[in-house]
């Protein structure tokens, strides 16, 4: 069984920056692929990034390339993404996920995660 808890949502204005922060417990977060997905109101949940056991790669939707950087820091247990450049559209209630031995073919699909965060609003004003 894994936990995961997200940080580090809230208000911000068009152009700034969040970064948002999940944690998770057990002793096994390297063995697990981890993903961001966000979900607006209305709208179904979404990819967004997602990183390997180690790190060495990454995987992130096209509206967010260049603008969000996902990371991962196994011996604290966490996964991070960076958002820079934040836009109205990208207001949404952002979940963590985790995905036992989850290789790239994977990443993208919600029904592959076999936990999930409880969510952080982002809510960015124009």
């Known amino acids: 069984q894994v936990q995961l808890v997200e940080s580090g949502g809230g208000l911000v204005q068009a152009g700034g920056s969040l970064r948002l922060s999940c944690a998770a417990s057990g002793r096994t977060f390297s063995t697990y692929a981890m993903g961001w997905f966000r979900q607006a109101p209305g709208k179904e949940r979404e990819f967004v990034s997602a990183?390997?056991?180690?790190?060495?790669?990454?995987d992130y939707a096209d509206s967010v390339k260049g603008r969000f950087t996902i990371s991962r820091d196994n011996a604290k247990n966490t996964v991070y993404l960076q958002m820079n450049s934040l836009k109205p559209e990208d207001t949404a209630v952002y979940y963590c996920?985790?995905?036992?031995w989850g290789t790239g073919s994977t990443w993208r699909t919600t029904s592959e995660y076999d936990y999930w965060g409880q969510g952080t609003q982002v809510t960015v004003s124009s």
């Open positions: 990183i390997s056991w180690g790190g060495s790669s990454t």
């Open positions: 996920a985790a995905h036992k």
